[in-house]
């Protein structure tokens, strides 16, 4: 099986940069997944690493080592809008269906 | 933007009736899923499916479950005799598949809010 695990919820000031952290526990790993979660909507595809290393997307980017079973996604001048759960998913095996961990809320304010 | 699209948006039924969503899939796309999340938890892999036929599915999704392709553009996932701890929002997804990276990547239609009473 897989195990995913990241805060629960995170703080942040307006303005701010914020890290997310993800680890995970799995074997035959193909990628790591962040997806962003407004209450009560869809998730939104922010990042998809298969590779180690970091990848930048505007104010939002992703790191990866698989060696360490470990992701964060890091998000730059933080807006209120940012506010959400932010969810790591991880695929494995011969899958591609990404396994959900249970999201880091972040909560920004003023 | 394509975008994958549900309907219903919110339904409410009484328990042990069957229930039916419905998704539309973004137009290329090759495999289609269904996932759900219990309100407050995390999301749950319930079904794929691919070539008109289900590829994985995870232990949520027994007997009770069932998906068709009714057409070529429609997924529908049904519900029979419901529970209450069915209750829940139920995002159906896409992905291309190509093999690529891109093509991995799930695109969520925006849910449907099943609410059994």
């Known amino acids: 099986g897989q195990n995913i695990d990241q805060p629960t919820e995170m703080t942040a000031t307006e303005g701010a940069i914020v890290q997310i952290n993800c680890t995970y526990q799995?074997?035959?790993?193909?990628?790591l997944f962040w997806y962003q979660q407004h209450a009560g909507e869809a998730p939104t595809f922010l990042s998809y690493?298969?590779?180690?290393g970091l990848e930048e997307k505007g104010r939002f980017s992703s790191f990866l080592s698989r060696s360490k079973g470990y992701s964060y996604l890091l998000l730059k001048e933080l807006q209120m809008k940012d506010s959400a759960s932010y969810l790591c998913a991880v695929t494995s095996g011969g899958s591609y269906i990404p396994t959900f961990g249970r999201g880091t809320s972040l909560i920004v304010h003023p | 933007e394509p975008e994958v699209t549900q309907t219903p948006s919110h339904q409410v039924t009484q328990m042990g009736q069957e229930v039916i969503l419905h998704c539309v899939p973004i137009?290329?796309?090759?495999?289609f899923y269904w996932y759900r999340q219990i309100l407050g938890q995390k999301v749950e892999f319930l079904v794929s499916f691919y070539n008109n036929e289900i590829s994985e599915k995870s232990e949520i999704f027994d007997d009770q479950f069932s998906v068709e392709r009714p057409d070529g553009s429609n997924f529908t996932l049904k519900i029979r005799s419901t529970k209450l701890e069915d209750s829940a929002m139920y995002f159906c997804?896409?992905?291309?598949?190509?093999?690529?990276?891109?093509?991995?990547?799930?695109?969520f239609g925006e849910g449907s809010w099943l609410t059994v009473v």
């Open positions: 799995t074997s035959g790993f193909n990628g």
């Open positions: 997804a896409s992905s291309a598949g190509t093999g690529t990276k891109s093509g991995n990547t799930i695109y």
């Open positions: 690493n298969v590779l180690d």
């Open positions: 137009s290329n796309h090759l495999y």
